[in-house]
């Protein structure tokens, strides 16, 4: 059995290392191009766009579905009814785990920015890009697509070595295909309850919700009200006149306020966390070793290891 496992999660491994390596080539080969046609002056953002997330959608999004399809699937154990009360609920718990990954990041942001390095860059660089396209992107079909890739298509190959295994690993997975420090924690925290949603529910539709939720109110609201707000400005009284600064003011209120009632939520919870017993079940001391002691997984993790390290690095020359 360890060797199927093992076999099976190198395809899967296989299947990001080449979507990232993929991806990362042709964004590198369309942004050349795109400077030397341009001259290096600034360009439209819808350009930015595409030179980022057509690659990606488009090209390394089937070669990815091709390579994980060869990875058998099987049907979810259970399939628990989920009523809009229930989604609302895990919405709360969504809210209140991205915060303590957010804070998690600015502590590991904080520690290395002594160093001279910025691990939001690629945040700010994203969230910097406002228009239409942008905020559907991040919004819309971002979600979409990340849901099928570190979900669905994930945890309907893996859960049948253990639910825990395929919803901790696609979590883990989740974090680290965000590439960089800034988003890490908290994509690592939101799959671990996406995840969960999804093995107990066997519909992606509804993480897919949760994840569209969070995205529009973390990448278009929080970015439009702070639109022409200098948070560095020591003057309180002009901040406080600003009907933006206000409403995001509002805005934080109201997600920490959510956030308190997520963990009260989660707490009470936590003890109806269960996993059905799979038919080819690992035993814990086989886990890691089955899971990331293979080819695919190790070439993913270097993959992931060489974005961390590249943000990181252009961070200091920027």
């Not at 050349?32 to 057509?54: A, K, L, Q, S």
């Not at 089937?62 to 628990?80: N, T």
């Not at 992606?204 to 200098?230: E, K, R, S, W």
Request: aromatic share 14%; proline share 3%; charged share 15%.
């Amino acid at each position: 059995m360890e060797r199927i496992a093992k076999k099976d999660f190198s395809r899967i491994g296989m299947a990001f290392f080449v979507y990232l390596l993929v991806a990362s080539v042709l964004q590198i080969g369309i942004s050349v191009v795109v400077n030397i046609v341009t001259g290096g002056t600034d360009y439209p953002t819808w350009v930015f766009w595409v030179v980022n997330f057509v690659p990606m959608y488009c090209v390394a999004l089937p070669i990815f579905y091709l390579i994980i399809k060869k990875v058998p699937r099987e049907d979810l154990v259970e399939e628990m009814p989920f009523s809009v009360g229930k989604w609302f609920k895990f919405l709360v718990i969504s809210i209140f785990v991205m915060i303590v990954g957010n804070l998690l990041s600015s502590l590991v942001g904080g520690i290395l920015g002594l160093l001279g390095m910025n691990t939001s860059a690629t945040v700010e660089t994203l969230l910097s890009q406002t228009s239409l396209i942008g905020n559907v992107i991040l919004a819309v079909v971002g979600p979409i697509v990340e849901e099928l890739i570190c979900r669905k298509w994930l945890i309907d190959r893996m859960h049948v070595y253990g639910g825990s295994v395929a919803v901790v690993t696609s979590a883990l997975m989740f974090g680290l295909f965000h590439g960089n420090f800034a988003q890490f924690f908290y994509a690592f925290f939101l799959g671990l309850v996406w995840g969960y949603v999804y093995y107990k529910t066997g519909k992606i539709i509804y993480t897919m919700l949760m994840h569209m939720t969070i995205n529009f109110c973390g990448g278009v609201i929080a970015p439009f009200l702070l639109q022409g707000v200098d948070l560095t400005n020591p003057d309180v009284a002009a901040l406080a006149a600003s009907p933006r600064f206000l409403g995001f003011m509002a805005y934080e209120v109201i997600m920490i306020t959510v956030a308190v009632v997520g963990l009260v939520l989660f707490i009470v919870g936590r003890k109806n966390i269960a996993f059905a017993e799979e038919r080819l079940e690992l035993p814990k001391e086989e886990r890691v070793k089955s899971v990331w002691g293979n080819v695919g997984m190790i070439l993913f993790l270097i993959s992931c290891i060489g974005l961390f390290a590249f943000g990181l690095i252009s961070s200091l020359f920027a």
